[in-house]
């Protein structure tokens, strides 16, 4: 089962604009990471976020954390076309369960964001 | 340059015929994972390794395996490949567990 769930599935915005995106998970986590892949490509890591934090920047990006709700939200400042790509959070499933090590990375299904210049 | 690679980044094959995508990193990480891709599913984690010699089942293993013998190495084995297999699988490791991955360019599969 998917522990990472992004929200909006797809987005659009005009350049300039702001663009959130958030994420929910169902177990308890060490941290929460945020990615972005381009159409095809391999994916990139943006922010890692603990679970003993509440908010991180970095450049344009934002990124909050709310362990009692068990959701994460980007917030990417005045887009650029460039912005366009796939997002997705991560999260390590704390819980160790059936035997595993609790290396276990787990990915939402993300979220398409289109940035129209 | 750090990087982790993958191959072969493009492969076609048939039913039954055994092939293995090959991974490898050149930044001493102790964790490797990898992941296939497929529409309207996101990334899903198929198996992982903590260390040389250790590996565990991700959520999609069945079909699959893997081996750890050296620390750079995580190749994917696909013993009997099927239809459901074609996928988009990416590489990835990272200097710990589920700290920041960094990924390989993926490899394209499709089996007839």
């Known amino acids: 089962s998917q522990q990472g769930e992004e929200d909006p599935q797809a987005l659009s915005i005009q350049e300039g604009e702001n663009a959130t995106m958030n994420c929910s998970y169902k177990t308890s986590i060490n941290n929460l990471q945020w990615y972005r892949q381009n159409s095809g490509r391999g994916l990139v890591h943006l922010i890692l976020?603990?679970?003993?934090?509440r908010e991180k920047h970095s450049g344009r990006l934002r990124v909050t954390l709310d362990t009692s709700k068990k959701s994460s939200s980007l917030l990417i400042t005045a887009s650029r076309a460039a912005d366009t790509a796939s997002y997705f959070c991560a999260t390590d499933a704390f819980a160790l369960s059936e035997g595993n090590q609790g290396g276990k990375l787990i990915f939402g299904q993300g979220t398409e964001l289109s940035v129209k210049p | 340059e750090a990087q982790v690679t993958q191959n072969p980044r493009y492969l076609i094959t048939v039913t039954g015929k055994k092939l293995t995508v090959t991974c490898s990193q050149n930044m001493n990480h102790e964790y490797m994972s990898w992941y296939r891709q497929d529409p309207g599913l996101g990334l899903r984690q198929i198996y992982y390794?903590?260390?040389?010699?250790?590996?565990d089942k991700g959520d999609v293993p069945e079909g699959y395996k893997v081996s750890r013998k050296e620390k750079r190495n995580f190749p994917l084995i696909l013993e009997s490949p099927s239809p459901n297999q074609t996928s988009l699988y990416f590489c990835a490791s990272s200097k710990r567990k589920v700290e920041t991955q960094y990924f390989g360019p993926g490899t394209r599969l499709l089996v007839l």
């Open positions: 976020i603990r679970s003993n934090e």
């Open positions: 390794s903590m260390n040389v010699e250790v590996t």
